[in-house]
């Protein structure tokens, strides 16, 4: 097959789920084949927690990747197959050598480095598969990758497999395939974790749905994955959980665009978390965390699950405290109540809030830096992700500031950490947005706000009923060996580490140790890489292509 071969239909329209419809699962191979699955590493950002790895000793990556990890589950198993996530090692020339077929999966914030990814495969004469949420969005993005994979897990990806089945050679012109019939979540395979080190991970993750019933103006969610989520069972989220948490995950994410976005499945899912939970050999050993709507302060019933079932945290996409700007963003949904009351709502079931902020938006005006250091300051949150609005394609926002010539070309944006045309000017914006982070992650703020979660969220948590049962001699070496590092890298050489022996000895005399080791470690990356972006030194926005990572990435190699 060397046509350029595409379907016309847009993901919304032309995307259906047809059970058993999709005979991917068997098909038959009728030649052997090996497949290297490699996923790009990520450009730092606040939530990469890159300056805490070295606090943990053994973690090198932030999350093992989902997408990918399906992906590699659903390869015929008649073929080899090599995983090899670059956030923890980089793909060896002799892995390259090795394969017939080199997959690349990644978002939007990988996109330099699937280009760097495509280009080693490409000298190593190798055929590039790319799938994931970037390419899906914007094919546009790849013209130098061979077979690119649009959409979900699918009828594409059979024909994928069909086309490498027959001829592992690059095709003269890009082949797209497009799913349109997608394979039920609830037949989605046990991601890969078998051929993955859990323990290299600062957090395990697991995904239960896909889609959000929104429609946020920036957000590309809907438009990629759909208005009506589509679910795995219960069951299947538990047999994942089990095989994290005995790879030695002490902490799990949900990945889902917003765990609440159908309600009654998220309550089914719960009652069956809470039993895991409260199994003997689980006993609380793991705590959850996920992404979801505000208007979550709302569901009481939830809540109460969410904190027997041991969730300790939640991002909330809070985007901005303006109402004025709230409704413009068509985010009707932060606004059933206060945003401040809401934030103290799900506090009392024990659950940190983590919120992201939006930057440059059209109706930002010059007291905007001030009011949101100030809803930093009241709201209490500790992890609040700042960034400048970028326009991504398959969003409302992307065709009103196309309209009004607002969207820059890629050549024009490359040196810019967005591609928007801001009302006010692009240098204004970054300085406001350097100016925020530098308030909201100043060390003595973010300890501030730490305290107070300490004092009033954090005991609304449940503990395990037999603690003791942590105390492997492993899980004592390695936590003697974390706060060892804490105490030389922040109780010694950092400029804030008053701030640090205050809160220990504080939290010490309560018997709250978790707390120390967890604060620690987040404000550490946290102070760290807030003064990078002030420097100059990191992008504004996750989405931005300016290449400042590259400088640092090499020496960092060279050291390694
Ligand atoms: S609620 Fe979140 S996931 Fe849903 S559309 Fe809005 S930003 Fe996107």
């Known amino acids: 097959m060397s046509s350029l071969e595409t379907h016309t239909h847009t993901h919304e329209e032309g995307t259906t789920e047809v059970a058993g419809a999709v005979p991917l699962r068997s098909f038959k191979p009728q030649n052997k084949r090996r497949v ?74 990988q996109r330099n480095r699937i280009h760097d990814l495509t280009r080693r495969a490409h000298d190593a004469g190798k055929v590039v598969a790319l799938g994931g949420p970037s390419v899906s969005s914007a094919p546009e993005y790849y013209p ?34 497009r799913t349109v019939e997608r394979l039920p979540m609830s037949d989605f395979p046990t991601p890969a974790y078998n051929r993955i080190k859990v323990r290299d991970y600062l957090l395990g993750s697991v995904q239960f749905s896909s889609g959000c019933p929104y429609t946020c103006e920036f957000c590309d969610i809907p438009s990629l994955y759909g208005r009506n989520p589509r679910l795995k069972t219960p069951e299947q989220v538990v047999k994942e959980l089990d095989m994290l948490a005995d790879g030695g995950a002490v902490s799990v994410y949900f990945v889902d665009d917003n765990f609440i976005g159908n309600p009654k499945a998220a309550e089914a899912l719960l009652d069956a978390l809470i039993e895991w939970q409260q199994r003997p050999d689980r006993d609380y050993l793991v705590r959850l965390a996920c992404e979801a709507t505000l208007n979550m302060a709302g569901h009481t019933r939830i809540l109460e699950k969410m904190q027997k079932a041991g969730f300790n945290n939640c991002f909330f996409g809070i985007e901005t405290p303006d109402p004025k700007a709230l ?62 609005l970028y326009a991504l394609p398959n969003t409302a926002l992307y065709t009103r500031l ?19 045309v801001f009302l006010q000017p692009y240098e204004k914006v970054v300085k406001a947005w350097q100016k925020v982070i530098a308030h909201v992650f100043d060390a003595e703020n973010l300890y501030k706000r730490y305290a107070y979660n300490a004092q009033y969220v954090y005991p609304n948590r449940i503990k395990p009923k037999n603690p003791a049962a942590q105390a492997t001699w492993s899980n004592i070496s390695r936590a003697l060996g974390i706060f060892r590092r804490i105490l030389w890298r922040v109780g010694v050489c950092s400029d804030y580490r008053k701030l640090f022996w205050k809160m220990m000895w504080h939290e010490l005399k309560q018997g709250n140790i978790e707390c120390i080791f967890q604060v620690a470690m987040v404000a550490h ?36």
């Open 36 to 109: 290297l699955c490699a996923f790009p590493r990520y450009s730092y950002s606040f939530g990469t927690f890159n300056h805490a790895f070295p606090l943990m000793g053994d973690v090198k990556g932030f999350m093992p990747p989902q997408g990918i990890l399906v992906v590699t589950a659903v390869i015929p198993e008649e073929w080899e197959v090599k995983f090899v996530d670059e956030n923890i090692a980089r793909v060896k020339p002799e892995e390259f050598a090795w394969a017939d077929v080199v997959f690349i999966s990644g978002m939007h914030i």
């Open 525 to 560: 990356h946290l102070i760290t890489y807030a003064r990078e972006c002030t420097q100059g030194k990191m992008q504004s926005s996750n989405y931005s292509i300016r290449r400042v990572e590259e400088e640092r990435e090499s020496e960092a190699l060279a050291a390694a």
């Open 402 to 420: 196309e309209k009004d010539n607002r969207v820059l070309p890629a050549e024009q944006a490359e040196n810019r950490d967005s591609n928007i």
């Open 327 to 388: 409704k413009a963003m068509k985010k009707g949904q932060n606004m059933r109540m206060p945003i401040l009351e809401a934030i103290q709502t799900v506090n009392k079931y024990g659950i940190e809030a983590a919120s992201g902020i939006i930057m440059g938006l059209d109706t930002d005006t010059d007291e905007t830096p001030q009011a949101l250091m100030d809803f930093a300051d009241v709201s209490q949150i500790p992890i609040m992700t700042v960034n400048i």
């Open 144 to 177: 130098d990758v061979d077979l690119l994979h649009c959409g979900e897990i699918g009828d594409a990806t059979l024909r994928l497999f069909q086309r490498i089945d027959e001829t592992v050679e690059r095709p003269e012109q890009q082949i797209i395939y």
